[in-house]
């Protein structure tokens, strides 16, 4: 076996945990066409194919357009129990043992989907995930950064009476112009209620916005955070406290935050002591899942067997796992 192969058959193998994933992002085609017919929504597409070859995208508002267009399919609990549950199958696939999954109920909210319909479409999926399959998983709720602060408080207030089931709270949607200042307040509640918090920063982002989503955001993990590297400041804090950054390659080739996934600054990441590792973001979009990430992002900058260790490591380590769990998982990698 040669040292490729030899890499490839090792991440197949090995437990890895996900903790970049929007839910409403593993919409397959198919279940999107299979749900407009069952819910009787419209979408702009005759057929499957029609929908793959519309994801060209040129930035992160190009593909939000079509990703929120998309979502509109999901009307029903079942609907989105039966997206989860087909996550979890790839999961199962890709040997994913925990993952860690965003949602954004503002997105469902406005189509009069009510929020205890998306969570518990999700939880259920997620309930028998763990009793089948033996795969764990937290739930992270994301704010949109394109809405106004009001409506962000608003699906706070109704995560509160979901405790048991979302351990977090998170910031996607477009991230220029929409600075992490905006959300300060937002996120002194949602820690006083008790959520961890995380953030897209950096995707496209400047690094100022990663600065901020740690001082005042006060978040466990940097979403992204690939434009760090152009902060040496920011480079030496990130290391110094070991900061996990959810690295998504094929997504930022996707979406032109590189132009190749050879020009990916991944591997300068870990070079730095970085605590990098790989997730797939929105992969029914994207082209692929974890272990295709993984795959195609070793080959691309010739990783060697070390670094996607270490990769799944940080993974693991990052998590909302408690710590007799990750030493369990860490153990089996090695
Ligand atoms: N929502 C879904 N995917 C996203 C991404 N990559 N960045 C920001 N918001 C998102
Ligand atoms: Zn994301």
């Not at 600065?211 to 955001?217: I, Q």
């Not at 050879?262 to 300068?268: M, R, W």
Request: aromatic share 10%.
């Amino acid at each position: 076996m040669n040292n490729f192969e030899s890499i490839i058959q090792f991440i197949n193998q090995s437990p890895k945990t996900e903790l970049h994933l929007h839910i409403e992002g593993s919409l397959e085609p198919e279940l999107m066409f299979k749900l407009s017919k069952r819910n009787k929504v419209e979408i702009p597409f005759k057929s499957v194919e029609e929908i793959r070859s519309a994801y060209n995208f040129t930035n992160l508002d190009s593909f939000l357009k079509i990703y929120y267009q998309g979502s509109k399919v999901l009307i029903n609990e079942e609907d989105f129990f039966d997206l989860t549950w087909e996550y979890i199958l790839r999961c199962k696939q890709d040997n994913i043992v925990h993952t860690e999954i965003f949602f954004d109920p503002q997105s469902h909210l406005p189509r009069g989907v009510s929020f205890d319909t998306v969570i518990n479409g999700i939880h259920k999926a997620l309930k028998k995930a763990k009793d089948e399959f033996n795969i764990s998983s937290k739930i992270i709720m994301c704010f949109l950064r394109h809405l106004d602060e009001e409506s962000c408080f608003d699906v706070l207030n109704q995560a509160c009476n979901h405790k048991d089931k979302i351990i977090g709270v998170g910031l996607d949607s477009s991230e220029k112009g929409n600075p992490p200042s905006k959300f300060k307040r937002l996120f002194e509640k949602a820690i006083a209620e008790g959520f961890l918090t995380v953030a897209h920063a950096g995707e496209e982002g400047p690094p100022e916005y990663i600065w901020d989503s740690l001082n005042l955001l006060k978040i466990k993990r940097v979403d992204h955070g690939v434009q760090c590297l152009n902060d040496e400041k920011l480079v030496e804090k990130l290391v110094k406290d070991q900061i996990p950054l959810t690295v998504c390659p094929l997504s930022n080739v996707k979406l032109c935050v590189f132009d190749k996934l050879e020009n990916h600054n991944l591997k300068k990441m870990l070079d730095k002591g970085l605590r990098v590792m790989v997730n797939s973001d929105d992969p029914a979009y994207f082209g692929g899942y974890l272990n295709k990430n993984l795959i195609e992002t070793s080959k691309a900058l010739n990783l060697e067997l070390l670094d996607v260790k270490k990769l799944i490591e940080n993974s693991f380590k990052s998590s909302f796992l408690n710590d007799e769990d990750k030493k369990k998982w860490l153990k089996k990698i090695n």
